[in-house]
């Protein structure tokens, strides 16, 4: 369902905030600050950790909390593993099948262009460093009809991994078929754009992109 019903949206607020709350002190912070994420990308975010699931979230023990925050409330949230033991880095709620851009506050911003970028951590890292980024979490979660949003700017840069066996590039490639002014920009081999902002910070970032802070 691309809207929760009122239900829906009360569940997802009061899980955020529980979640927020048991950040501190959590595993979760070791793991954002090896990213290079600081406290503000985490407030800014709500960015949280089960420690306590609410029911319905006993499967997620222990993963960090990635709500999809818009200004209406909290649409969604995402749940990454942070022992490099299960077989599914990233998990969904059940039943919660629904094709959303991660970080729509970006489209409220009045530069003429905007960032896109494979995954969730990547576009807090580049929001971090100063650029307009949303991001779409892979192929499979990109709609055709998702195009309307990016109407209107001059340029839409397609920020690609470069640290797997092609799917990033194959990520960029589909989106910059069918939104008009999308521009690909390769991450260096070996790295995606949270990687690379954490070795060569965000004027590097800015460099590659051919635009000035």
């Known amino acids: 369902m691309l809207v929760p019903s009122n239900t829906q949206r009360a569940f997802l607020e009061s899980s955020t905030e529980a979640y927020y709350q048991s950040l501190r002190g959590s595993p979760a912070v070791e793991y954002l600050v090896k990213r290079g994420l600081n406290g503000d990308s985490a407030r800014r975010f709500r960015l949280g950790y089960v420690e306590n699931p609410v029911p319905g979230h006993e499967y997620l023990q222990g993963r960090l909390v990635i709500p999809y925050l818009t200004r209406a409330g909290v649409v969604s949230m995402k749940f990454r593993d942070l022992t490099g033991t299960s077989h599914m880095k990233y998990l969904y709620a059940k039943g919660d099948s629904t094709n959303r851009i991660f970080n729509p506050e970006a489209f409220f911003d009045p530069r003429p262009y905007i960032c ?66 999308a521009r690909q920009v390769m991450m260096p081999e070996g ?16 460099e590659r992109l051919g635009i000035s802070e």
């Open 116 to 181: 896109i970028c494979e995954g969730e951590m990547d576009a807090i890292t580049a929001t971090q460093a100063g650029l307009p980024a949303v991001a779409i979490p892979g192929v499979a979660r990109w709609d055709s009809y998702l195009v309307r949003c990016f109407d209107g700017y001059d340029a839409v840069y397609v920020l690609a991994d470069n640290d797997d066996a092609g799917q990033g590039e194959e990520f960029a490639e589909t989106l910059c078929r069918e939104i008009p002014n």
């Open 191 to 206: 790295h995606d754009v949270n990687s690379f902002y954490c070795e060569a910070g965000g004027p590097a970032l800015y």
